[in-house]
């Protein structure tokens, strides 16, 4: 038996419920208060409820682009062998190396209307910074690596044997990648894309810069929760605020469930 | 890839995929769009901050302000790394070499924080230290101040940093098991001794690695402090504080320099990374 485990278990607790569980329990009494019509009330009130459907739909928005570009992505550093195959491979690592401000500082500069890429897309009729559009942008750039290092190891043990004896029983490519590849590859793929989807729900610096934050048009509900603070409407924030937290939760319970899938999927115990 | 694959006829070996027009097609794809998408902001930040000549740049780094804002953040690296690193182990540590009812409700709660929204985390805290929180009256009395500080600084910092750590440490650390540790115990080792000899060389990359990712998430962090800090100019203006300031002061090749450090960091963050992760390979001693 191993000495420790008093002290080791104890420091563990205690940091957590002083750095981690207190403020959650503080902010969800404080939401608690309130009372259900005024909680209603805050989050029915036209401008809360357009802030949850622009982050939403821009999440989903940034998740589709992420699910495919991911994908090839991790399929091209599992699979091909390449020039600057470990350039690309560090590169995935930028979006969760570089800091949201600095990240939404230059994807704004970039996609103004005098930036390299906002100056053309703008004479085709598609302005980006300070519109929804924006946010999708910041969204898919700091949620990138989500889908990637997820899927991209489950690519890697694939191996290439069960595609041969597919392809032994006269199986096509494209039967191949669609009866034995994707299968073994959907759960983490899933578990993938709804990590990058929380992600995007929660993302505050990199989208405020580039989103222009005009109420009821694209402004996120983390942006409104802030406004809220700076207002002093603490009732408003803190209902706001749990609303979060509980999207986040959901969002966490689901890809917990998808992961325990792949795992079983994977025919591994636990961890 | 599978350099040790046996010999296969012909009609086989070529893997789905790996045909050279799909190849390319898909190369071409992701190349471009990595360019396009992770490239360019780099390569953007770069010629911004240096649009206005070195000298500007320089003056920009310098300047009272952004120096203030580096040191502050230097300074909340210094003090949350340390303390992240020490309560990773000792959460590792937990989770891996014991069993327990709620081991994996624990497992949960170290992970929790890497679901919540910065924001989120930065409101929570002022519902206990600010002014209408739980210990905001207690604090008042006491004249101590949290919220709108550099107590709260930390405290942000440590809160959306909490898994970095451990989560590095959790995986490995179940692999290598307590067959060493319990070895060492039998030859009459104390706890501390089996931790400082054994357990920790055997980890020693793991947490290098987890400190390194901790430490660019601290210098980095902008949702959570923001909330927190009250963005005090000259006071308690972290350094992604400052390039927000600095923007909407229209001091655009300002920011672009307060950003070229940042970008430095993370930069240099990925370098190690890679390098640790390229030195495990050989080690074995990473996840």
Not at chain 1, 205 to 230: H, S
Not at chain 1, 236 to 251: D, E, N, Q
Request: aromatic letters at 10%; glycine letters at 8%; hydrophobic letters at 55%.
């Amino acid at each position: 038996m191993i000495p420790g485990f008093g002290l080791a278990l104890g420091t563990t607790v205690l940091y957590l419920g002083a750095i981690v569980l207190l403020p959650i329990c503080a902010l969800l009494v404080k939401a608690s208060n309130l009372g259900l019509a005024e909680f209603w009330m805050i989050l029915s009130s036209p401008r809360t409820v357009a802030s949850i459907r622009v982050t939403v739909t821009m999440a989903l928005a940034a998740t589709l682009f992420n699910a495919i570009y991911g994908l090839l992505l991790a399929w091209a550093l599992a699979r091909y062998e390449f020039y600057g195959k470990r350039v690309l491979d560090a590169l995935v690592d930028v979006p969760f190396a570089l800091p949201t401000a600095v990240a939404g500082l230059a994807l704004t500069a970039l996609f103004a209307k005098n930036g390299w890429f906002g100056g053309p897309l703008d004479r085709l009729g598609i302005p980006v910074a300070y519109t929804p559009l924006g946010i999708a942008i910041a969204m898919a750039f700091t949620s990138l690596p989500f889908v990637v290092r997820t899927v991209q190891p489950v690519i890697e043990d694939l191996g290439y044997e069960v595609e041969e004896a597919g392809r032994s029983l006269g199986a096509s490519d494209f039967q191949i990648l669609r009866k034995v590849i994707f299968p073994s590859i959907f759960p983490a793929f899933l578990a993938g894309c709804s990590l990058a989807f929380a992600r995007s729900l929660g993302e505050f610096g990199a989208v405020i810069f580039i989103a222009g934050n005009q109420p009821m048009r694209t402004e996120i509900v983390a942006l409104l929760t802030f406004i809220r603070l700076e207002e002093y409407n603490y009732a408003a924030a803190a209902a706001i605020a749990a609303i979060m937290l509980a999207m986040a939760f959901v969002m966490l319970v689901i890809t917990n469930t998808i992961q325990a899938w792949h795992l079983r999927y994977l025919g591994r115990g636990d961890i | 890839m599978t350099s040790a694959a046996p010999q296969r006829p012909s009609w086989m070996t070529t893997p789905v995929g790996g045909g050279k027009a799909t190849r390319v097609t898909v190369l071409m794809l992701v190349l471009v769009t990595t360019i396009l998408f992770l490239v360019a902001p780099l390569a953007l930040i770069v010629t911004s901050a240096l649009s206005g000549g070195f000298s500007v740049f320089m003056r920009n780094l310098f300047d009272a302000a952004t120096a203030h804002a580096i040191w502050l953040t230097v300074l909340t690296a210094l003090v949350v790394v340390p303390i992240n690193i020490a309560f990773g182990l000792a959460a590792a540590w937990t989770v891996t070499k014991f069993d327990f009812p709620g081991r994996t409700l624990l497992i949960a709660l170290i992970e929790l924080p890497y679901s919540v929204s910065p924001i989120v985390a930065g409101v929570a805290y002022l519902f206990v230290y600010g002014t209408q929180g739980l210990f905001g009256p207690l604090l008042e009395h006491f004249d101590i101040k949290v919220m709108f500080a550099l107590p709260a600084i930390f405290l942000a910092s440590l809160f959306v940093t909490a898994p970095f750590v451990a989560r590095e440490l959790i995986p490995l650390m179940q692999v290598q098991g307590t067959d060493e540790e319990e070895a060492a115990v039998t030859l009459g080792a104390s706890g501390f001794a089996t931790f400082l000899r054994v357990t920790l060389p055997n980890v020693r990359w793991a947490v290098v690695y987890g400190a390194i990712l901790c430490n660019a998430r601290v210098m980095g962090e902008f949702g959570a402090v923001s909330v927190v800090s009250g963005n005090i100019r000259g006071q308690t203006t972290t350094l992604p504080l400052q390039i927000e300031l600095l923007y909407q002061d229209y001091n655009v090749a300002g920011a672009f320099t307060a950003a070229t450090v940042l970008m430095a960091v993370a930069l240099l963050t990925i370098i190690i990374k890679a390098l640790l992760e390229h030195f495990a390979d050989t080690d074995g001693r990473l996840p």
